[in-house]
Every structure is written in structure tokens, then in C-alpha cells.
């Protein structure tokens, strides 16, 4: 039986079945709960938005849509088959699973913009602990783990947007931590970004 080597190009590595099952059970979670969530006080502009969640709908074109792009990103940088076809849904479940341990502890905080709620409270406990934006982190580990899935240089590429888009929102959100809470700037000096112990 033939198979692609790493730089051959050929027919797109489709999504596996479970892959794409964890991404569509982690999306129905994040807009059912996006429901019980409190008031808005302040909200970022919609040019605000746009410079992360471009960045970030870029990466999930680059996932899921194939037929959008040039050919060559088709290539593979991983072999078919093997160990990887476990690795990658396994980063994918404990990415989206860290996702949503963040989000069921951040509670009625959360927005999926840079916000201040009415009586918003600064969260420190539970992944708070280890990272000040764990959802991110286990996106940024889901994304990477379905890049490791597909094997193309399209999948692989869509990491570096991710990481930039949640860079950039990261840095608006502290911004606007340190304006609404004094304590946090402690916070941030004692916990890492995105990386656990190192960013």
C-alpha cells in the first residue's frame, strides 16, 4: 500500500472522526453556557474584535477548509498513520477538556470579548492557579493537537495564528484587569501567561 511521505503533496488529510467530534461537542458546551453569564458593563470596540478574531478565523479556515487553499499547503510535515493518530486527539481532548474546566471555573464571568461584567470578580483558584488565561491554553493545545491530526503544513500553520490571535486578546484583557482590579498586577507578576512555569 502507498502512503505520503512527509513532503509529498496529494488528497487533504481529512479531520478524523474523533477530532471532529470533540471540536463539535466542545462548541455546542461554549454556546449553551454562553447563555448564564452576567451583565455587561463594558465591552471592547468592534475594530477591537476584529484584530484578534481575524487572526483567529484564519486558523480555523486553515483547519477546515482545505479547498480554499493552494495547493502546496496540502503537504504533508508528518507521516500517515502510526502513533500520531492517537496523539493527535488525545492533545485535542485535553486541550478542548482544559477549555472547559477554565470555563465552568471562570462561571459567569466569561465573554467571549474583552469585557467588564457588573460585579465582575477577578478569578485566581483552579487553572487560575497555574496560567492567568487557561482557556487560551487549552485551545492553543486542542489546535495543536489537530494539526499533529491532519499532518499537513495548512494545520501546522493555523498554530502560529491561533497563538498570535490569543496573544493579542490576552494583552487587551490585562489591560483592562489591571485598570478594574488592583490586585492584579501581583497576580500576573506571580503566574504565567499561557505556559505553565515558563510564560
Known sequence: MMTLNP??????????????VLWIAWLVYWVVSARDV???RWHESLSSQLRH??????????????G??????????????GPLGVIGPVLVAAGLGFAVWARRHLGRNWSASVVVKEGHA???????????????TGMLLAFLGTAVAIGE????LAVPFAVLSFIIKSRMEEGRMVETFPQYEQYRRGTAALV???Y
Open 53 to 66: 478574531k481575524a487572526l483567529l478565523l484564519a486558523a480555523a479556515l486553515l483547519l477546515a477548509a482545505p
Open 68 to 81: 480554499l487553499l493552494p495547493r502546496v499547503l496540502s503537504r504533508r510535515f508528518l507521516p500517515i498513520g
Open 153 to 156: 503544513w495548512r494545520a501546522l
Open 7 to 20: 513532503t509529498q503533496g496529494g488528497a487533504h488529510s481529512p479531520i478524523s472522526p474523533v477530532v471532529s
Open 122 to 136: 477577578l478569578v485566581t483558584s483552579g487553572p487560575y492557579r497555574y496560567v492567568r488565561h487557561p482557556i487560551y
Open 38 to 40: 452576567k451583565v455587561t
Open 196 to 198: 505553565p512555569y515558563v
